[in-house]
T-cell receptor, first 115, second 120 residues
Framework: NAGVMQNPRHLVRRRGQEARLRCSPMKGHSHVYWYRQLPEEGLKFMVY????????ESGMPKERFSAEFPKEGPSILRIQQVVRGDSAAYFC?????????????FGEGSRLTVL | AQTVTQSQPEMSVQEAETVTLSCTYD???????LFWYKQPPSRQMILVIRQEAYKQQNATENRFSVNFQKAAKSFSLKISDSQLGDTAMYFC??????WGSGGSNYKLTFGKGTLLTVNP
């Protein structure tokens, strides 16, 4: 299966700990997007990355959150010193470098619970 | 900024019947895409149907079709012959096609969703 892979699917952290969420895009895709879904809400855009570059981070909280997409390996969304309000489902999506289909392919999400 | 409004938090329909989910959006853009995504209890986001704004013809995918009214900024989803497996949250989404320094930016704006329950 060459779909978007996210891990872990579920992550539990205590307040103040760090959370790292990983995303491997679909084969051949070099554009990665992170979205956050709070309870009872739609998904909200956080950040858009290409290999080794952050293209648009307008949806990222100013503190504690960071993202990267290294030349080798998955994209990582990192949340430092987590708080209860960070509890949410974090979705990764990818798109192809070329083409104009306007379609994102989503992973199954990583559910973060902060105790 | 774009906004997407889904005015029906919950809807229900009997199996085999037809249901329509509403979506309106606000934008000053002329070139964009509209989507309906389905999120079943498994939580995965599944693309149901997509519409390019420059196309006048309404998109259709098997039992799913849309009524796209560009002037009214309306994009409703019709599900025909509803099945139990259609039970899910349905999200309407808008994408402005932006060409950034690194290429295209497929940034989606989602509505809050409509929970559809198909009853046997």
């Amino acid at each position: 299966n060459a779909g978007v892979m996210q891990n872990p699917r579920h992550l539990v952290r205590r307040r103040g700990q760090e959370a790292r969420l990983r995303c491997s895009p679909m084969k051949g895709h070099s554009h990665v997007y992170w979205y956050r879904q709070l309870p009872e809400e739609g998904l909200k855009f956080m950040v858009y990355l290409q290999k080794e570059n952050i293209i648009d981070e307008s949806g990222m909280p100013k503190e504690r959150f960071s993202a990267e997409f290294p030349k080798e390996g998955p994209s990582i969304l990192r949340i430092q010193q987590v708080v209860r309000g960070d509890s949410a489902a974090y979705f990764c999506a990818s798109s192809s470098k070329q083409g104009d289909t306007g379609e994102l392919f989503f992973g199954e999400g990583s559910r973060l619970t902060v105790l | 900024a774009q906004t997407v409004t889904q005015s029906q938090p919950e809807m229900s329909v009997q199996e085999a019947e037809t249901v329509t989910l509403s979506c309106t959006y606000d934008t000053s853009e002329n070139n964009y895409y509209l989507f309906w995504y389905k999120q079943p209890p498994s939580r995965q986001m599944i693309l149901v149907i997509r519409q390019e704004a420059y196309k006048q013809q309404n998109a259709t995918e098997n039992r799913f079709s849309v009524n796209f009214q560009k002037a009214a900024k309306s994009f409703s989803l019709k599900i025909s012959d509803s099945q139990l497996g259609d039970t899910a949250m349905y999200f309407c989404a808008f994408m402005k096609h932006v060409w950034g320094s690194g290429g295209s930016n497929y940034k989606l704006t989602f509505g809050k969703g409509t929970l559809l329950t198909v009853n046997p």
